[in-house]
């Protein structure tokens, strides 16, 4: 018998295909469909943190002086009518619906007030909060230090608000991702390892307790820019991922497993069952699919649930467990595979 279920961030899971955050899962249809199709767990679409500091601006009747973002006029404008009250009522809704865990997400750049709003996330029942740290540093006054300190201040924020897991969904542009991970992989009790900005009131002085991550989600793919060179504009580049982008992710799920106490979710560039198979080899507790769901429809799933069992057979696994991370650089009797050494053998053709 094959068993294909898995804990992910505490939470019980019938197997590790997560249907990612997406337009896919913005009401309840399409939460349904995910379910029925057999995904082990749902990541409800984003909600920004403008609309929620919108809604808070204009309930404390500040509307008149300092007007809704710009950003949250936009969003309204292009139709983004989940506002926070109607997000709060999906979740509940999903929760309802269907028996798999609901992780509700929330696009955030800051730690401002939107993190009270975790609490009512929980309150509705989402079984967890996906952060999606939507953060593109394009001004060369943006400090790279500050930017790890903010998703560290973001994440303990949050974590104070709520007793539910919370993962981090992060792109892969920091100097030293590996520190990154590891700081928020870790429980840690420590003085403010940084002088410049982000630290609360009274913050300052003693130690303060940094929560890890329930998870990473590994990685974020940011929305792409593109040049049209007959009308010499910008346009958008293709929303929709290709097969060949998994490998970022591969990487360093494989390099961070065992090495940091939070589970690793793969994102990005996984499209069938060999994808999702290669990243739980990795060390990846789950992969999570979106481009390939809206390529092919929500029957893939099924596909390649399928198509893990009839691998798992062949190689006579019963259990996820069983291989969970036997490509990681943690089990390997040759970790320098990993690192600089392949890299040289490539470009030098020494075997
Ligand atoms: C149309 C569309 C909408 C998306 N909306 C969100 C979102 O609201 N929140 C989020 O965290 N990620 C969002 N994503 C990113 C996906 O969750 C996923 O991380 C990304 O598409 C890479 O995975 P893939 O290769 O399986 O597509 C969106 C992606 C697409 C294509």
Redesign the pocket.
């Known amino acids: 018998m094959i068993d294909l279920s898995t804990t992910y961030m505490g939470l019980a899971l019938p197997n590790p295909l997560v249907v ?4 896919l899962t913005g009401n309840l249809a399409g939460v349904k469909l995910a379910a029925e199709s057999g995904a082990g767990a749902i ?1 409800l ?2 909600l920004f943190e403008e609309q929620i500091t919108a809604e808070t601006i204009a309930l404390a009747k500040h509307a008149e002086h300092a007007g809704h973002t710009e950003a949250a006029e936009y969003l309204q404008g292009y139709g983004m009518t989940l506002g926070p009250q109607a997000y709060l009522r999906l979740i509940k809704e999903a929760v309802k619906a269907v028996d798999v865990p609901i992780i509700a ?1 929330i ?1 955030c750049f800051s730690r401002s007030n939107w993190s009270d709003y975790a609490t009512k996330i929980a309150a509705a029942g989402a079984a967890a909060i ?1 952060l ?1 740290i939507g953060l593109l540093p394009t001004r060369s006054a943006q400090q790279g230090r500050a930017i790890e300190e903010r998703c560290y201040q973001i994440l303990r924020e949050v974590k104070q608000q709520v007793d539910i897991p919370v993962a981090l ?1 992060l792109g892969p542009y920091f100097s030293s991702f590996a520190e990154v991970a590891d700081h928020l992989g870790r429980d840690r009790v420590e003085a403010p390892p940084f002088t410049v900005g982000w630290c609360g009131p009274g913050e300052n002085s003693g130690k303060i307790v940094w929560h890890k991550a329930d998870a990473l989600v590994l990685f ?2 940011f929305y792409q820019l593109d040049i049209d060179i007959d009308n010499l504009e910008l346009v958008a580049g293709n ?3 290709s097969p060949s ?1 998994i490998n970022t992710a591969l990487r360093w799920i494989a390099l961070l497993h065992k090495r940091i106490d939070s589970d690793l979710a793969a ?4 499209h069938d069952a060999r994808d999702a198979i290669k990243q739980l080899l990795a060390g990846a507790t789950v992969v ?5 769901l ?1 390529i092919n429809g929500f029957s893939q799933i099924g596909l390649m649930l399928k198509e893990i069992e009839d691998w798992m057979q062949t190689h006579d696994f019963t259990s996820i467990a069983e291989f969970r991370g036997r490509l990681s650089q943690a089990q390997s009797e040759h970790p320098e595979n990993y690192e600089r050494l392949q890299y040289i053998k490539l470009f030098v053709g020494l075997e």
Do not use: D
């Open positions: 990612a955050s997406s337009s990541v679409k984003s997400s696009n996906e999606n969904k974020n793919r929303p929709l991922s982008e994102t990005t560039g996984i999570q699919l979106c481009s390939t809206m």
